[in-house]
């Protein structure tokens, strides 16, 4: 994401919304029909950093 851009979708768990939401490179967070949050690279870092994240396949 750094080299070519984009945006990740992270699908998340309904306790999840409120920590992502002032996370740094977030561009949108939605709820309906499940909770999820588009971000930048800087966004999966921030998240990636948090206490208890989990990659979930």
């Known amino acids: 994401m750094d080299v070519i851009g984009g945006v990740a979708n992270a699908e998340l768990l309904e306790g999840q ?3 992502v939401t002032d996370l740094p ?3 949108a967070t939605m ?3 499940w909770p999820a949050a588009y971000g ?3 966004f999966l870092r921030a998240w990636a950093r948090q ?3 989990r990659l979930l396949k």
């Open 31 to 33: 709820t309906d029909p």
């Open 40 to 42: 930048s690279a800087e």
């Open 17 to 19: 919304v409120p920590i």
């Open 51 to 53: 206490p208890g994240f």
């Open 25 to 27: 490179g977030i561009i």
